[in-house]
């Protein structure tokens, strides 16, 4: 594997609020190689979405951020607002899930994606037009001359996330970092976005994170997955191996809770429950998280954390007992 | 009226929903067809799953049958007896034949009601019950549902989104009704939540034998839970037909192209698939294309016109129980494959 282009080691990410901490990500490490896609799955409160905010130092003022985070040979985290703010957008750029609150409704599109190149570029606001105009036909905009003088609300959601994704890509970044980019899209739109990333990756070389809690996008479009669980990584590994041969229980359930095409067949057939809830991330506990969930836990799983071991190449478990069913 | 001679239990024949937009109280602004000329019928003990991505007025059905919404024409038979006019009074008797289970568990529970309260609600309205029994009632449904009985006295928000998503079925099956109406039930919820509310409906379904118009986006849950699966486009249903049918073998381009455009969790099969890229955007329901709706984003267009742009291709009956709306299918005349078989096959 080449040199990675973002290291991140024990990252924590700690929220002070009135009730006291939560602790959303805890000791986090993973690279990210040249023109990788990396897919983090993980339900609802793992932390997949503060881990890669807090890359970048998006989060609200309440948020403890510890560990490093290694891009391009600078430290992230310990960046000055002023030096990260030539990252951020240029190097590094963000999707979001809901193009149509991420855009703003009262400027016009091709404003919205020229100011990124004026400001970052220092284009002329000519120039940005030019390059505006090539960048969503980049992203397959149909009549992109026209568009650019249109308000969101006048696109489509598939549209907007296209606009989302020319914004993020004019700077021509190394990372994109995009979070459940296709959660609010319909399928047969989400088929196309993921065609359109998939041809950034091969066209542009640009390394993308994939935040999701969709299996399916994961195994369409990942070279690498990290299952996270209460803000521990719980396995991480190449996306054929994760899918036969998952080794953490917790991963093992997930993908016996999607219901799957033959499961139709066979009406007795039942998804596979993952019993109990999500812990609650007040304190870190000082045993495995899955544990109070996990059919294999024991005295040990209860009494530790279990620490990321490889079981196969480039396959890290955190898990006791890990192994296939 | 169905085979055995008992009416199903719900029938839809005909149903329109127009709403304006824009305009003023005396007239003007447009319509949006949110619903036009759809018919099915709902057997018993079936569990029929109406699919379609956003705007394609599944929901709006939903709410129609309910009678939530006024339908602008059209009939709804429940049992039978048709309720399309009824009056909200002549309608309460009859709201405990049919229920419904909401998308958003956050929103669809009374905040300030106890879970026990809500539960037993439909219980008091109907009068069906006296105090104990109504206690006993509710206990007893909480332990079929899978909530432990102490949660009855707590409220709403001290729940988990799956725990809501129990209370909401709870509610809507304590009076045993004979249709249940399930709005995109599990969409709001995380994966192995979801599966655990999936296999609770399907066994619910087994013990209490209600029928059941589940209502989703996700072609994969539908194809775990229902028997028979209607497929809404703009407003129009494009493909009827039982699951294994269905799933095997699709007709209508766009049934074709909605099954090869999800994904699934498996990276080699994934991969190796091929989609049936459609081109453009879903046409506004304000102004929907003239005869076969679906002709601009069809990739088989040039086939099927000129009759697709003049004539809106009626739901025809092209293998027993398989119904398709699309110029290119006939009787034993199967459409032409947008993909591969074989790719197909993978779903």
Redesign the interface.
């Known amino acids: 594997m080449a040199a990675p282009l973002l290291e991140v080691t024990d990252l924590s990410v700690r929220f002070d609020t009135d009730d006291g901490p939560v602790h959303a990500v805890d000791r986090l490490s993973f690279t990210l190689a040249p023109g990788e896609v990396l897919g983090i799955v993980g ?2 409160g793992c932390g997949k979405s503060v881990t890669c905010m807090s890359l970048v130092r998006l989060l609200p003022e309440t948020a403890a951020i510890s560990g490093r985070a290694v891009f391009d040979g600078t430290d992230l985290l310990a960046l000055s607002q002023r030096r990260l703010r030539q990252v951020r957008g240029r190097q590094i750029s963000f999707v979001f899930q809901e193009p149509m609150t991420s855009l703003n409704p009262v400027f016009k599109v091709g404003r919205q994606i020229g100011e990124v190149l004026t400001k970052h570029l220092g284009l002329t606001r000519g120039e940005a037009r030019e390059r505006t105009i090539e960048l969503l036909r980049l992203v397959r905009i ?1 009549a992109p001359e026209r568009r650019l003088d249109e308000y969101p609300h006048q696109l ?4 907007r996330q296209r606009v989302m994704i020319a914004m993020a890509l004019a700077c021509d970044p190394k990372v994109l970092i995009a979070d459940e980019p296709t959660t609010a899209l ?7 976005v ?2 359109l990333l998939r041809d950034v990756r091969e066209r542009l070389g640009t390394a993308i994170v994939l935040i999701t ?8 479009i990942a070279d690498r997955v990290l299952v996270m669980y209460a803000g521990r990584k719980a396995e991480e590994a190449p ?2 191996d994760l ?1 036969t041969a998952p080794q953490h229980p917790y991963t093992i ?9 033959q ?3 066979d009406t007795a057939r ?5 019993p109990g ?1 999500v812990p609650s991330l007040r304190e870190l506990p000082a045993m495995c998280a899955f544990a109070d969930r996990c059919p294999r836990a024991d005295e040990l799983s209860r009494s530790q954390v279990p620490e990321l071991r490889v079981v196969r190449p480039e396959h890290l478990v955190a898990c006791f007992h890990p192994g296939p069913e | 009226m169905s085979e055995d001679g008992r009416p199903y239990a719900l029938e839809v024949r005909d149903l329109v929903k127009h709403f304006r937009v824009g305009g003023t109280i005396a007239g003007g602004g447009s319509l949006v067809y949110a619903v036009d000329g759809v018919s099915f019928e709902l057997r018993r003990g079936e569990l029929l799953g109406l699919v379609g ?2 705007g394609s007025g599944k929901s709006t059905v939903a709410n129609c049958v309910m009678r939530l919404l006024e339908p602008t024409a059209g009939e709804i038979l429940l049992n039978g007896v048709d309720i399309t006019h009824l009056t909200r009074r002549q309608m309460r008797p009859l709201r405990r034949e049919l229920h419904m289970v909401f998308q958003d568990p956050y929103s669809s529970l009374n905040p300030r009601m106890s879970c026990g309260a809500i539960v037993g609600e439909p219980l008091r309205l109907h009068r069906i019950a006296n105090r104990a029994d109504l206690d006993r009632r509710v206990d007893q449904i909480f332990d079929r549902v899978g909530l432990r009985t102490e949660l009855r006295y707590r409220y709403p928000h001290e729940l ?1 989104g ?1 725990q809501r998503q129990r209370v909401g079925l709870a509610r809507a099956l304590i009076v045993e009704p004979s249709v249940l109406v399930a709005d995109e039930p599990v969409s709001a919820l ?3 939540v ?3 509310i ?2 609770l409906l ?1 066994d619910l379904q087994d013990d209490m034998g209600f029928s059941c118009l589940f209502i989703t ?1 996700d ?3 539908v ?3 229902c028997d028979r699966v209607a497929v809404m486009h703009l407003g129009k249903l494009v493909e009827v037909a039982p ?2 049918a269905l ?1 095997r073998e699709p007709q209508h381009p766009y049934t074709q ?2 099954l ?9 099969a ?2 190796s698939r091929r ?1 049936v ?2 081109e ?3 046409p506004s329901p304000l102004d929907p294309p003239s005869g076969c709706r679906f002709r601009t984003r069809c990739p088989l267009e040039r086939q099927s016109a000129p009759a697709s742009t003049e004539e809106d291709p009626p739901l025809t009956e092209f293998a027993p129980q398989h119904f398709v709306a699309c110029h290119l299918v006939a009787r034993g005349r199967p459409a032409p494959r947008l993909v591969e078989p074989s790719s197909v096959a ?2």
Request: proline fraction near 6%.
């Open positions: 339900e609802s149909p489509s959601g598939g549209m319909d399928v047969t739109i989400q088929a196309s993921l065609d809690h969709n299996l399916g996008v994961v195994a369409d996306v054929a899918y359930g997930l993908l016996g809770a999607i219901p799957r095409p499961d139709g067949e039942r998804l596979r429950e993952i809830r | 991505e956003s988990s799956g995380d994966v192995s979801q599966a655990s999936l296999n399907r986006h072609l994969a849950t194809e775990f839970l699951r294994a799933f192209a909605l090869s455009a999800a994904v699934v969790p498996d990276p080699e994934q991969r989609r890229l459609l453009g955007d879903i993978v779903r």
